[in-house]
C-alpha cells in the first residue's frame, strides 16, 4: 500500500545511525521560520506535538509529522524524505553530520489519492 510519505536509502541509512547516536526520534516537517521549511530530526520527547499536528506514516521506524495547515496544502503530494550535502536545520540532530535532510514529493494520480489511509491526527 502506498503511504504518505517514503524515504530513499540514503535517508534511510543516516536515519539509523542518528537512531543509533541518540535513541528514538522524530520527525516533523517544518512549515517555515527560523530554518525555512525542511524535514527536522528530534528526539523523540523533546519536541512538543499539538492537536494541530498530523502523522504521516514512518519512515525508517521513525514517526513523521506535520501540522495540519501545512498538510492542507501537502495533502495531493507523495513526500519523499533524501538526504543532500550541506547543513541541516539549526535544531535538526543531522546537522553536524555535513548532510541534511529534503523534501522531495511528487503528485499522486487519482487511482493513487483514492487508495491513501487516514491521517492521523495527534490528540493532546
Known sequence: MLGRVSCTPEAEA???QLKAQHGEVMFHQSGGCCDGSAPMLFPRH???LGPSDVKLG???GVPFYMSESQFSYWEHTHLIIDV???NGGMFSLERPTG???LTRSRLYSDNEFSTLPPIERVTA
Open 46 to 48: 523533546e519536541f512538543p
Open 84 to 86: 543532500v550535502k550541506g
Open 14 to 16: 543516516l536515519i539509523a
Open 58 to 60: 514512518e519512515i525508517g
Open 99 to 101: 548532510l541534511r535532510f
